[in-house]
């Protein structure tokens, strides 16, 4: 239902808010020439993002059938760890899944009617989609007509742009979550705590998840190994005085330790350490966009025990920052900024039916082509290559569950 008085069309749960502010700023936006220059370099590295698009996909199908624990993980996890939907898959959280969602559409959208009005194709409407009243995404409506009659050298740059900009948006807030980091440092050198075993020695005494023990009995302890030497040389019974710091507090712990459950002539305190040292956790993710192999942690999510991230949940208490700690609301920010406007380029690129890069190659097909391929030729062929994305797609949700 359309209410004719305003801007709003109702079509329970979903809520279309149609503005002409957004015509005006992408007429603004327009005049700018490295816009104009973004789209060119859009449209050139399509065919390539196209390609990285349809490579995942292919590598993810073999990871499939290669590797049964990697079907059982997938398993575990369930279909929707495939989906890139905050409260539905596991890993993203709802709201700076959210809030990374609508930037990466609104900034999606936004760049295909800047684009078109920079090379005088008409937009009809634009606005903001809410589902209810959250907001979920914006829209522009391109004159489609116009937009078949012009060459694809602009018909694809106006397509091009939407995936390019997501993948420059995200890009940009992986460089500031770089810099986010690098003013992060440990709270103090010794031995961090990551999990306390329940009714230990060490959980009766007080320590907590997020602890650094910096002295055992006066001694410093600068790392785990230190830590081992010294706790190794003593028994069941005994009683020690641990140091921690909790963020900038300094604590002493009375702790009478107990006997190991598998050894009973071992010491036994209850406290387990992360499995990548914190200070080699850190430097990995300033020094990762060096294109070395580190290269891959910013792709790992930070929720849940992330241990090789310094902002994630398991590993935030161990670090202070310049910027105190709001540091890791930006950080978890610009991650999911970074990770999801690259997937959404990256995915609007496959060759597929009504997405961004299913448009480019259908109406680049034709360019190259010339008047050698007919219509119903150029038509086939994108169906074609739309089925098999589709299969590849399918076989996402199907292959975790081979025998």
């Known amino acids: 239902m359309k209410d004719k008085n305003s801007n709003f069309d109702f079509r329970f749960p979903l809520i279309i808010l149609k503005t002409q502010k957004g015509q005006s700023l992408m007429e603004k936006l327009s005049k700018f020439r490295f816009i104009l220059i973004l789209s060119w370099i859009s449209l050139i590295l399509m065919p390539i993002f196209s390609i990285l698009a349809v490579s995942i996909l292919l590598l993810t199908a073999s990871l499939y059938l290669s590797f049964p624990e990697v079907r059982e993980i997938a398993r575990e996890t369930g279909p929707q760890g495939a989906l890139l939907i905050p409260g539905i898959n596991p890993y993203l959280p709802i709201i700076y899944g959210w809030i990374a969602i609508f930037i990466g559409l609104v900034i999606h959208e936004l760049s295909h009617g800047v684009i078109a009005k920079a090379v005088d194709i008409p937009v009809r409407s634009s606005g903001i989609l809410f589902f209810l009243f959250l907001p979920i995404g914006a829209f522009v409506e391109v004159d489609d007509t116009k937009l078949d009659s012009v060459s694809f050298k602009k ?7 939407g995936a390019g900009s997501n993948i420059v948006v995200g890009l940009m807030a992986l460089i500031l979550l ?3 980091v690098n003013t992060m440092e440990p709270v103090a050198d010794g031995l ?3 999990k306390i075993v329940v009714d230990s020695p060490a959980s009766m005494a007080g320590l907590l998840p997020g602890d650094i023990i910096t002295h055992l009995n006066g001694i410093p302890v600068d790392d785990s190994n230190v830590f ?4 190794n040389n003593l028994s069941p019974g005994d009683e020690i005085i641990l140091t921690v710091q909790r963020q900038s507090v300094q604590y002493d712990y009375p702790i009478i330790l107990s006997s190991r459950p598998e050894n009973s002539e071992e010491p036994f305190i209850g406290i387990m350490r992360p499995s990548i040292d914190i200070n080699d956790s850190l430097h990995r993710y300033q020094n990762g966009l060096s294109f070395s192999t580190d290269l891959l942690v910013y792709f790992s999510f930070p929720s849940g025990d992330s241990y090789s991230i310094p902002f994630s949940t398991s590993m935030q208490n161990f670090y202070t920052s310049s910027l105190g700690n709001q540091y890791i609301v930006f950080s978890n920010l610009l991650f999911w900024i970074w990770f999801i406007n690259f997937n959404l380029g990256i995915f609007n690129s496959l060759p597929l039916g009504p997405l961004d890069g299913g448009q480019a190659f259908k109406r680049g097909l034709k360019s190259v082509t010339g008047n050698k391929l007919s219509q ?3 038509n086939y062929i994108s169906r074609l290559v739309s089925i098999s994305i ?3 797609i399918l076989s996402m949700f199907l292959l975790p569950y081979l025998p």
């Open 155 to 161: 018909s694809g740059r106006i397509i091009a742009a």
């Open 178 to 180: 770089v810099g986010v």
């Open 192 to 194: 961090p705590v990551s």
């Open 228 to 231: 081992s030497q010294n706790f």
């Open 376 to 378: 119903n030729n150029i």
């Open 390 to 392: 589709l299969v590849l």
